[in-house]
Structure formats: structure tokens, C-alpha cells
């Protein structure tokens, strides 16, 4: 009884956490105002940048936080990238000296 319960828990968590994701970039491949398609190298770019962009783009309707005409999986990747190397997290954190 008690390992259904919990497996009833684990599937409702699991439905609702795949509920929340988001659905497909309509805009993705196609070009901006600009006539340009971000890529790996501007996702890196805007992933570094990613702080200070968020606490504009709260105040401001003209700055967004994230390319939405992009390549895809490598402005993806550039943006994941960016923003670990400028949070310092994930494999590339610092280790704590021992003392």
C-alpha cells in the first residue's frame, strides 16, 4: 500500500513538472528586424550576461531576456554556457579551499 502511495506521489510530481515546460519556439530559424539569426557565439553572450539583462527586462519593455530568433540547440547551448561561466555553477564552480 505504501509503495503505491509513493509511486502515485512520484508520477503526479513527474506530470506536473512536464505540464510546466514550455512549448516549441515558433520563431526559431527565422530571422529578426535585423535580417540575423542568433548563434552559439550571441547566446554565449547573452547566457553571460543574463543577470543584468533579467533586472532590466523587469523594468523595461524594450529588453528581453532571451534571443527567441535563434539557430536553436547551439544558442541554447551558448546561453546555458554564458550564464554557468558567469554564475560560476555547475562544473565549472570553484572548489572551497580546505583550511
Do not use: Q
Not at 512520484?10 to 505540464?19: G, H, N, Q
Amino acid at each position: 500500500m505504501r509503495r503505491s502511495i509513493i509511486l502515485a506521489a512520484v508520477l503526479a510530481a513527474a506530470l506536473l513538472l512536464a505540464a510546466c515546460a514550455p512549448g516549441p519556439n515558433v520563431s526559431e530559424n527565422t530571422k529578426d528586424a535585423d535580417g540575423t539569426t542568433a548563434g552559439f557565439f550571441r547566446g554565449l553572450w547573452h547566457g553571460f550576461i543574463s543577470p543584468v539583462t533579467f533586472v532590466i527586462s523587469v523594468f523595461s519593455r524594450n529588453v528581453r531576456f532571451y534571443e527567441v530568433h535563434n539557430n536553436g540547440a547551439w544558442y541554447n547551448f551558448g546561453f546555458v554556457l554564458g550564464a554557468g561561466l558567469f554564475l560560476s555553477g555547475g562544473i565549472l564552480g570553484r572548489k572551497k579551499k580546505c583550511r
